[in-house]
Every structure is written in C-alpha cells, then in structure tokens.
C-alpha cells in the first residue's frame, strides 16, 4: 500500500479514536461513569457497535484510555504554566494550584482509584516530580527555596501534601493547602 | 456459671489470642508476611491447629488482628509522646516524627496495602487527625503556628505531607520531611 494510504488510515483511526473517547467524557459529565455503557458510547460517537468493539473490548478499557488522555492535557497544561512568566517561586507556586485544582475535581472516588492503578499515572507523576524538580532547583539557585533538602525530596513532599487536595471542599481550601505547602519550601 | 469462672474463661482466651498474635509477629519479622502459615503459627504460639482455627479462621484474619494490635500500641505511644513535656510544637514534632518512623518501617508495600483497607485503620487515623488538631490549636494559641489557616486543614497537610515517609531511605530522610512539614505551620 502507499504510504499515503497508510497515512489517511492512521489518521481515520485516530479521528475515531478520539470520537470515542469524546463521547465518552460526555456520558460520564452526563451520568457518571460507572453508568456508561458500551452502546451509548457506540451511539454518541456515530458508530456502530461493532466498530467500537474493534477499537476497544470494554468501557474500562475506553475509560482507561480516556484517562490516559486527560492524564496528558493535564501534564501538558502544567508543563505551559511552569515554563511561563515569573520566578521559580511564582511558576512552582501556579503550576501547584492548577494541580491541586485538578485532583480536587472528580478525585477521592473509588473509580478515580481504579484508574490511578494504571501504569500511565505512575508515568504522569514521575514525569511531574522531575519537572517540579527542576523548577525547585532553579529557585534553590535565585535563593526562594531552602537548600538544605535535595530538590527530589522537595518535590516528594509537594506531591504528598497535594494528595489531601482530592477530598477538600472548595477550591479556597486547595489554595490554602498549596500556601502552606509553599510555606514549607522558604529559607529559614 | 460463677462470675469468676467466665472472667477466668475470659482471661484465658486473651492470653491465647496474644499468644498467636506474638508468634505470628515473631514468624512475619522472620520470614516476611506472605510465607507464614497457620500450622507453623499454631506451633510457635503452642497450641494444636484444632485451637488456632478456633479463634481465627485464616493467617488474613490473623494478620488483621495484629495489625489492629500494632496500629492500637502505635496509637498510645504517639499519644504518650504528645502528652509529654515541651511546647506545642516540641509535642508536634515529636510526635510527627515517630510517625514518620513508623511509616517507613515494612510499609509502601502490597500487604501494607491491603491491611491498610481495614476499617481499624480508618479509625486510627481519624483519632491521629483529632490529636494533631489539638496539639496545633494549642501551638496556635501558644503562636507556635499560623492562624490563618484552620487547625483541621493543618493536620490534614500534615498525614499527608507524612505519607511520603513509606518509601524514604533513611531515618535521616524522614527528619528532613518532618521539618519540612513543620515549616509549613509556622506562622509568616
């Protein structure tokens, strides 16, 4: 076959792949996602049954891929914040709001467990932990943050602290957590 | 049945109930907590494995009850050390780094996990939290720790800050992510 045609394939799939994972995040802001069914899927995304079932074999596995999906807009939303304006404190101080923001949403569910099982949050928080690293190391250089912790410990203790986000009430109570786990991170 | 006879039947079966939770916290320490059985159990503790099913029906109970046991002796000893001598905040930190401690020691693990899904330990957390709050309102009075930010969303922080502590490396560590913590209740 032409690579032209392989081409035009690949991208159909993955026009329909992401129909499906849109009509997906639908159902689920509609009715939640315990509710969703693998017709209603199939109807919304303008596909017929069998043709879901060739792109997945089951609603948790297209959940999983939903979530792998979010999963990267949100690291990729944080990656644009860190790498704004403002010094390190700033940007660390911004990308730490949008994240407790972010597990605050949805988050402290017992699917929202299930799905931060699989290998592609592992992943995500490695990857935020090393860029929350670099933005630590930098302003251990411009003096906003202590320097007798390694900057991988620093990091550690944003990303654990930020856990008691998924169960705050409001997102006047994330800022405060964010304040407070800032407030850890001054010079004496 | 005389009063005294059921306290002495009473006393009896707490003895044995200890017995096997001694001998299965000596086996777990030895060999690690999946290689344990019921039948080297019931020899260590000393009794016929007749009598061991007759208090427990299998090592996963057993495991939760001494589990309920440690997590009780956790309890009143970090309640002993916030009791103690010193200010608020020499109380707080004292206590938060024995938990630290016992945080690290065998948890992060896919046992510690699962016995962690017990409602004992729910509860032992529930009762930590209400410790802490105390010890920081006191600390807030005392201007040991900043006002601005409620004592219960200050001791959330803190358990979860701490739970980094199960897969830190050294005790060295987990001092370092107590005085993290710490400097995040300090007042501006």
């Given at each position: ?118 290998e592609h949050v592992a992943d ?65």
């Amino acid at each position: 076959m032409p690579r032209l045609w392989n081409e035009t394939v690949e991208a159909h799939r993955r026009e329909v792949g992401g129909a499906i994972l849109d009509a997906t995040a639908e159902l689920v802001a509609e009715q939640g996602l315990r509710a969703v069914t693998m017709s209603q899927i199939a109807e919304k995304a303008g596909i017929g049954r069998a043709t879901l079932y060739k792109y997945f074999p089951d609603v948790e596995a297209i959940l999983f891929a939903w979530h792998e999906r979010q999963v990267s807009e949100h690291l990729q939303h944080l990656a644009k914040i860190g790498h704004g304006a403002g010094s390190p404190g700033q940007r660390l101080k911004a990308v730490l709001e949008e994240f407790a923001q972010i597990s605050q949403q949805r988050h402290g569910t017992e699917l929202a467990a299930l799905l931060h099982r699989g290998e592609h949050v592992a992943d995500a928080q490695q990857h935020l932990n090393h860029f929350i690293q670099h933005l630590l190391a930098e302003g251990v250089r411009t003096g906003e943050f202590r320097d007798d912790v390694a900057p991988g410990e620093l990091a550690n203790f944003c990303l654990h602290s930020l856990t008691a986000a998924a169960r705050l009430p409001s997102k006047a109570a994330t800022r405060r957590l964010v304040a407070v786990t800032m407030a850890g991170l001054r010079p004496d």
